[in-house]
């Protein structure tokens, strides 16, 4: 997925592969579970697992052809699923961009940038928003990795807002990932356009101003920021619920648009008991606020 070498005592599955690592069975009973959870909403990570028209050489054995990928959005949308696009160009987690990984923030990087978007636009037949990803992009979080990359001060906000004018250009609004935020507060308030929609994520149990990463929820509402905050099991199951509940009693109800679960685990049949317990701990949270 993100790392570009085994790292002995890391998970395998945490290591990009040159094939598909997918269940078609358990992304069907996903879907159908996702919908009974009360889910409206599904983000693609589509990454290398799809075969571009536009740079096809991207592609891993067994990625998915436009024509599979168009069959299975109107699946979701027959589902009552809206589908969201997600191509995280941060440089920590950009391995699924193939040789173009390193040749960040040239032309030629910027062309095929630029490619992708358009290509997958049209493909989702103008989505409301584009994930862009855009974290993480420190030397802390590649110290494992062989080939390592971090834009920074200028270059950092010139490539992304290149990639943001390139969304806004399609009439789709942009989204990222907002932990920047988290190690530059005074340039990201400054510099962030507020047609950025923000997703602060922390998964942890603990919920309190003296976490950072918690206080960053209510900084970025006082800026006037939109949000979905997102939560995780990734670390403990109880981090869903408890974002909710902080979120709902604290933010601008006009600028917070939703939630975001997130499993951080591969499709695949090893899994099913994460992705199930994610989408359940949605629906529980869910419940507990309506009623």
């Not at 990454?47 to 168009?70: F, Q, T």
Request: net charge negative; aromatic share 14%.
């Amino acid at each position: 997925m993100w790392l570009d070498r085994e790292v002995p005592g890391r998970r395998e599955y945490l290591t990009a592969k040159p094939y598909l690592r997918f269940d078609e069975s358990l992304w069907n009973t996903l879907l159908k579970k996702m919908v009974d959870a009360g889910i409206n909403m599904v983000v693609i990570d589509l990454g290398d697992g799809v075969r571009y028209e536009s740079h096809p050489e991207i592609a891993v054995k067994n990625a998915w052809s436009i024509e599979k990928l168009r069959y299975e959005l109107g699946k979701m949308r027959d589902l009552g699923l809206e589908p969201i696009p997600k191509l995280n160009f941060s440089t920590c987690h950009d391995i699924w961009l193939g040789p173009y990984s390193r040749c960040v923030s040239t032309d030629t990087y910027y062309e095929v940038c630029g490619d992708l978007i358009d290509e997958v636009i049209e493909v989702f037949e103008k989505p409301r928003f584009f994930h862009l990803g855009m974290d993480e992009e420190t030397a802390q979080h590649q110290r494992n990795y062989e080939y390592v990359v971090i834009r920074q001060f200028d270059l950092w906000w010139h490539d992304l807002l290149f990639l943001v004018r390139r969304v806004e250009k399609k009439g789709v609004r942009p989204w990222i990932w907002s932990d920047y935020v988290w190690r530059h507060p005074e340039e990201f308030y400054k510099r962030m356009p507020k047609s950025v929609l923000q997703s602060n994520w922390y998964y942890g149990s603990e919920f309190n101003l003296e976490i950072e990463y918690v206080k960053a929820y209510l900084d970025l509402d006082a800026h006037g920021y939109d949000q979905i905050p997102t939560g995780s099991n990734w670390s403990v199951p109880e981090n869903f619920e408890r974002t909710v509940d902080f979120c709902i009693k604290r933010l601008s109800k006009n600028r917070l648009l939703g939630f975001l679960q997130t499993v951080w685990k591969p499709t695949l049949e090893d899994f099913r008991d994460d992705h199930l317990e994610a989408i359940e701990l949605v629906q529980k949270a869910r419940m507990k606020v309506e009623n």
